[in-house]
């Protein structure tokens, strides 16, 4: 057989690898800047451009897409990025295959203020959007 040290090194090395993988995939920070999106990750920038943006959502994470449906409206996207939050997520939806993200923000309220389309009758962001999640069916102790 394998020595167990063998094995051990291996494992660890697995598992650094994977852990670094996921450091890598999560935006540290999102910037808007005049016609364009700023993505900060660990080791890259991504930038999309404002006219290459079809949706941005503001998603509920579950266990699984789709029982909410929202990522599986997307079926031959690929979606960069891994949310650290398992409240509230958002998706930014692009005309590309591949460049499409999944992201958490600590200030969520403030990024939706600062994108909310100024089309839109209402500056002001919906209270729907901002509230914090309500468990239903609960006995409350």
Known sequence: GVPFSTLLLFDLSY?????TF???????????ENGRLLIVFACRTRSVPIESIEEIRVVRRRRGCCKDRRLCAYPHKCFWGY???FDRNI??????????Y????????EF???NWPEDAEKVQVPA????????????AL
């Open 15 to 19: 598992v650094v690898c994977l852990l």
């Open 22 to 32: 996921i450091f890598i995939q999560i935006p540290r920070k999102v910037v808007r």
């Open 83 to 85: 949310p650290t939050n």
């Open 91 to 100: 998706i930014v939806v692009t005309d590309t295959r591949c460049n499409n």
């Open 102 to 109: 999944f992201f958490c923000l600590h200030e969520l309220e």
């Open 112 to 114: 939706l203020a600062d």
């Open 128 to 139: 729907s959007a901002i509230e914090p999640p309500v468990v239903v069916g609960s006995n």
